[in-house]
């Protein structure tokens, strides 16, 4: 005969929340939607220590400088400067996930006594075992360099990495100018492309920038700012090159000719907060083709930025005069002495466009 159980608490707990292969979670709590008290943050992320969903092993990737970093890390790193709810809702909506690898098996001892090898030359010794060759691994490339944090210096125009930018743009004699600056350059070095780029999104983050238009075909290189912020790029283009679109009047080029700038119908509405891009600054005459677009949608251009300011031309008094609210420059044109090596038989070949 099977005797039945005294009572129900023989084989369940008396707490309805919990069972006998778990403690008892705490009431409110447990869930990744439940970070703690009413008005605390109340996102998805779990970055409580006392939720017992909480992994403190978890890393997340900062969109700021691309490293990965554990909620307690991160929130080290921005103590002082952000609360914690501010760095949890950072945590959950900017920060992406780092995908873990599979836990590596456990390796067992190895049995004791003979190889299988040796197990079959014992049984058959005329027989020769031939080992399987391993194949030829190909040498494994080194590992990436880290992304090197900025520094409060490096954020700075003529700082450490305006210099460093500076020293890989050469200037050409080309458009009739001696001095012509190739951006070319620096987009033969990543890495500082993308800290110039990571430059740009912390002044608009700050600035609370909604759109960012930037200008054909330089200022195009610069959507990256786009992707850290998470805001929509803008092209503007030359007339005839986009469908649906508003023109700006005819403007004086830095260099020769006369042209206008469209951008599609729609794409800057009332009340953007609009940032212009362009690789270059010199009389402003493009800028104030865009600043004159965007205060016809209504918006508001919040910053003119370039990444060179060639200041003797007075482009920054021209667009503030226009209606920019700011202009900003990285790299004075001071910083810019790196001339090109020229081959023999180089010729201006921008003069006849």
């Known amino acids: 005969m099977v005797r039945e159980a005294a009572s129900k608490s023989d084989r369940h707990s008396k707490d309805p929340k919990s069972s006998v292969r778990a403690p008892a979670k705490k009431q409110g709590g447990g869930g990744k939607f439940t970070l703690g008290k009413d008005g605390?943050?109340?996102?998805?992320?779990?970055?409580?220590?006392?939720?017992?969903?909480?992994?403190?092993?978890?890393k997340r990737i900062d969109p700021d400088d691309g490293q990965a970093y554990t909620f307690s890390a991160l929130s080290l790193f921005y103590k002082g400067k952000y609360?914690?709810?501010?760095?949890?809702?950072?945590?959950?909506?900017?920060?992406?996930?780092?995908?873990?690898?599979?836990?590596?098996?456990?390796?067992?001892?190895?049995?004791?006594?003979?190889?299988?090898?040796?197990?079959?030359?014992?049984?058959?010794?005329?027989?020769k075992?031939?080992?399987?060759?391993?194949?030829?691994?190909?040498?494994?490339?080194?590992r990436r360099e880290r992304q090197e944090r900025l520094t409060d210096e490096d954020l700075e125009p003529n700082g450490p990495l305006a210099a460093k930018i500076a020293a890989v743009i050469p200037y050409f004699p080309y458009?009739?100018?001696?001095?012509?600056?190739?951006?070319?350059?620096?987009?033969?070095?990543?890495?500082?492309?993308?800290?110039?780029?990571?430059?740009?999104a912390r002044r608009f983050r700050k600035l609370g920038i909604t759109k960012i238009a930037a200008f054909e075909a330089r200022g195009?290189?610069?959507?990256?700012?786009?992707?850290?912020?998470?805001?929509?790029?803008?092209?503007?283009?030359?007339?005839?090159?986009?469908?649906?679109?508003?023109?700006?009047?005819?403007?004086?080029?830095?260099?020769?000719?006369?042209?206008?700038?469209?951008?599609?119908?729609?794409?800057?509405?009332k009340g953007d907060k609009v940032a212009l891009i362009d690789?270059?600054?010199?009389?402003?005459?493009?800028?104030?083709?865009?600043?004159?677009?965007?205060?016809?949608?209504?918006a508001e251009v919040t910053e003119?930025?370039?990444?060179?300011?060639?200041?003797?031309?007075?482009?920054?008094?021209?667009?503030?005069?226009?209606g920019a609210k700011d202009v900003w420059g990285f790299i004075p044109e001071d910083l810019l002495t790196t001339a090109a090596e020229l081959p023999a038989d180089y010729t201006d070949d921008g003069a006849a466009h």
């Open 40 to 58: 605390d943050y109340s996102g998805g992320a779990t970055v409580d220590s006392k939720d017992p969903n909480y992994d403190p092993d978890e």
């Open 175 to 200: 458009k009739k100018v001696d001095k012509f600056y190739d951006i070319q350059g620096l987009l033969n070095h990543p890495k500082l492309l993308n800290s110039m780029c990571e430059v740009m």
């Open 129 to 142: 075992v031939k080992a399987k060759a391993k194949p030829d691994l190909e040498p494994r490339l080194p």
């Open 304 to 322: 003119c930025t370039c990444m060179v300011e060639i200041k003797f031309l007075k482009g920054r008094d021209r667009c503030i005069a226009a």
């Open 279 to 298: 690789d270059l600054v010199a009389t402003g005459g493009t800028l104030c083709a865009g600043i004159e677009l965007v205060k016809a949608c209504e």
């Open 83 to 127: 609360n914690k709810q501010a760095c949890a809702e950072y945590w959950e909506y900017e920060c992406t996930a780092v995908k873990r690898k599979g836990k590596a098996r456990s390796k067992e001892a190895a049995p004791a006594g003979p190889t299988l090898a040796e197990s079959v030359a014992q049984v058959r010794p005329k027989a």
């Open 220 to 269: 195009f290189l610069f959507t990256p700012v786009a992707i850290k912020l998470g805001v929509p790029f803008l092209m503007l283009r030359k007339a005839g090159k986009m469908p649906n679109t508003i023109s700006s009047a005819p403007y004086t080029k830095e260099y020769e000719g006369v042209d206008t700038i469209c951008v599609q119908k729609g794409a800057i509405v």
